[in-house]
Every structure is written in structure tokens, then in C-alpha cells.
């Protein structure tokens, strides 16, 4: 269902019709969890989903599927016959986020304490001693009990006290930020009172090649990695969008054709975005702390999620379609011209001499008036 916004809603409806009736059997879009308490029962309830598939044509990708398991991972949660658990990597960038080096990841690394403050206790407190080295005329010198502090704060960033369980009713913000370092990303529900609450964070650092980048292209490149690693959030129900750099809010913008004089990276990842149903929306980089602190202390990047790997065929697909089909030289325009009656009549004309207006074929006479 990728390459148009509306598509997963409609295959996600054809595959609710396809598998109903059967129990303990889910889907979300191309993803069915078969479940049953024994052995011989899952058997029979398998036997129905692959009928029905085989009935309208439908393949499985075997080294995608997992058969007989006691514990999965499906849609960010571990399920197993205890119960459903969140998944660790949910919190993996705040665990391994690195202590800060300067006053610069410091003070960006307390915004982001600070916005989720109201859900802190006791936040003044706990963040007193790190504030003594955003002073002025204060030499930076960590200490051990300065990462104590450092160490106890990322745990509660991580405590249910700040996360929240991810709930298809609420509405959905990605918010992104790039530095110099790497690429930081949040993903939060938004509550009736107004208030950004964090269900899971991302952030990696950047490749050689991608360090390189320039400004646009590397929070170009925030949201594509954010967009990846929460795909199964996101994928099919409309999210908002939100980056500090405002240029991308127009290049990105759900409503607009990217230009085609921009990069081909960044119409790249422009045809990437158009699978997704979004709003794109900006915001200031202050009021963007908590990613703004993950982008400027990411945690090394070893390989992408088995998430990331799972949309990449298809994505790639896309891309051949839409980029084999973006550079429009001049011999493939006169090419088209010279096919097309209408313009060909045009050129005719334009080289000789247009007859009155009144004698001209309907579709010529908006190039008559031109």
C-alpha cells in the first residue's frame, strides 16, 4: 500500500473484511498476529488466514514470517503469554544518551528536563547541581557525582511518570531536530490540556558522508529517519510534523509538489514522505528541547531496525518509479511536443502565422490568447 497517503486506510478495510469472522486472528495492514491457546487450535486458525489469502491472491514473503512464537514484537510491544510489555528500544536513546561535554549539551540536555517538568517531581531540586555550570565565569569541570545526577534524570525521563502508552484515539506529534552530531526525534500524544506527553525517542548520529550534509538536508534527513523508526505508529492514521527549520515546512508541506530544482535528495526523501498522511508544522527551536537534546546527544548508530529494513523493498520500488521519471531533457521534450497534435498545431503556428481566433479548434485558443 505504499506510494499514496490514502491507500493504507483502504487496504487496511480490505484486509479487516478479508480476515474477519476468524478468532484471534489481528491485522494491521500488512502485518496478522494469529493467536490461539494451543497448539492444534492455531494450526486450524493459520489454516484459515493462508485460505482466505491464497483465495484473493494474496503472497506471503516467507523469511518475513514467524510461525509458532512464545513472544513477538508487534506494533512497539513485546506480547507474550504474560502480557503485553513495551519494548526496550523505546527508550534506547535516552539510556545510551552520552553525558554532556560542554555547556552547550548541558543546557540543551536540561530543556528537555524541563519540558516534561510539570510531569517531574521535585525537578528544581533534582537539576540544581547540574545549573551550577551554565553560570557564568564557571570553569566546566564534570564530576562524578554530576553524572550520578545526569544518570538519575535520564531514568526518570524513562519512568512512567513521563511516558505514556501509545492510544489510536489521541493525536499523534513527531517532533525532530538535527545538530551537528546527529539526528533527534520524539514521538508524543497530545492531551486535551494542551500538553505534550513522550511515548518513545530516537536518535543516531551521523555517517561521514551524511556530516557533510548541509543544513536542510540534514533535518530533511531527521524526519526520514524519525518517520522510519516509528513507522508502526504512524504508518496509515494521519501524525503532525513538526521541525524548527522552517524551509522544510514548505518543501514538505502535504499540500504542496516539491520544486524541481530541489536536490534530488531531497525529492527523494519528498516521495518517501508522500506514503504518509500528515500535517507538517514549525516550531521554534527553544520549544523543541526535548528533541533538540537527543539530536545534540545521540547515541552511535550500529544498524537500523529490523522496522527500518521491512519498508525499505518497498520504498526503493517507489523511488525507481518516481525518479526514473524526474529529469526532462530537451530531447524528450521535443520529442512529446512533436507527438502531441495540439502542441505540434502550436509550434506550426507560432512559426508561421496564427489564423483569426474564430476559426481555431477549442483547445488551441488558450495558446492563441497567450
Keep these: 500500500p505504499f506510494g499514496v497517503s490514502f491507500a493504507p486506510a483502504l487496504f487496511q478495510r480490505t484486509m479487516d473484511q478479508l480476515l474477519s469472522g476468524i478468532e484471534g486472528v489481528v491485522c ?153 552530531r546527529g539526528a533527534g526525534a520524539v514521538l508524543s500524544h497530545k492531551f486535551t490540556d494542551g500538553t505534550l506527553r513522550p511515548i518513545a525517542y530516537a536518535s543516531r548520529t551521523w555517517t561521514d ?54 536536490s534530488n535528495r531531497l525529492l527523494r526523501w519528498a516521495t518517501i514522505l508522500n506514503s504518509y498522511n500528515y500535517t507538517i508544522q514549525y516550531q521554534c527551536g527553544k520549544e523543541n528541547a526535548p528533541a533538540d537534546a537527543l539530536s545534540r546527544l545521540p547515541i552511535a548508530m550500529t544498524s537500523r531496525s529490523a522496522e527500518e529494513e521491512a519498508g525499505e523493498p518497498k520504498r526503493s520500488q517507489l523511488l525507481h518509479l518516481r525518479l526514473h521519471h524526474l529529469c526532462v531533457t530537451r530531447k524528450t521534450l521535443k520529442s512529446g511536443t512533436s507527438a502531441d497534435p495540439v502542441l505540434r498545431k502550436v509550434c506550426d503556428y507560432t512559426n508561421g502565422r496564427w489564423p483569426e481566433k ?11 490568447e497567450k
Design 209 to 262: 558522508t551524511e556530516g557533510r550534509y548541509s543544513t536542510i538536508d540534514k533535518e530533511a534527513l531527521a524526519i526520514i529517519f524519525a518517520v522510519s523508526k516509528f513507522n508502526s505508529y504512524l504508518y496509515g492514521r494521519h501524525f503532525f510534523l513538526v521541525t524548527d527549520h522552517k524551509p522544510l515546512q514548505y518543501i514538505f508541506s502535504e499540500n504542496r509538489t516539491t520544486p524541481k530544482i530541489a
Design 358 to 368: 474564430k476559426h481555431l479548434a477549442a483547445e488551441l485558443i488558450p495558446y492563441f
Design 28 to 180: 494491521y495492514l500488512d502485518d496478522i498476529l494469529v493467536t490461539a491457546p494451543t497448539p492444534e487450535l492455531h494450526l486450524q486458525r493459520l489454516k484459515q488466514v493462508l485460505e482466505r489469502l491464497e483465495a484473493v491472491g494474496i503472497k506471503t514473503e516467507r523469511r518475513k514470517c514467524a510461525w509458532f512464537q512464545s513472544s513477538i514484537t508487534y506494533l512497539g510491544h513485546v506480547i507474550d503469554r504474560f502480557g503485553i510489555h513495551p519494548i526496550a528500544d523505546k527508550i534506547e536513546a535516552i539510556q545510551g544518551m552520552p553525558a554532556p561535554q560542554n555547556t552547550t549539551e548541558l543546557r540543551s540536555f536540561l530543556g528537555s528536563i524541563t519540558y516534561y517538568g510539570r510531569f517531574i517531581p521535585n525537578l528544581h531540586a533534582e537539576c540544581a547541581l547540574l545549573h551550577r555550570l551554565l553560570r557564568k565565569n564557571v570553569r566546566w569541570n564534570w564530576t562524578e557525582e554530576d553524572n550520578k545526577v545526569f544518570l538519575r534524570l535520564k531514568t526518570i525521563l524513562c519512568s512512567n511518570d513521563t511516558l505514556v502508552h501509545y492510544d489510536p484515539k489521541l493525536p499523534i506529534y513527531v517532533c525532530t531536530d538535527a545538530s551537528n
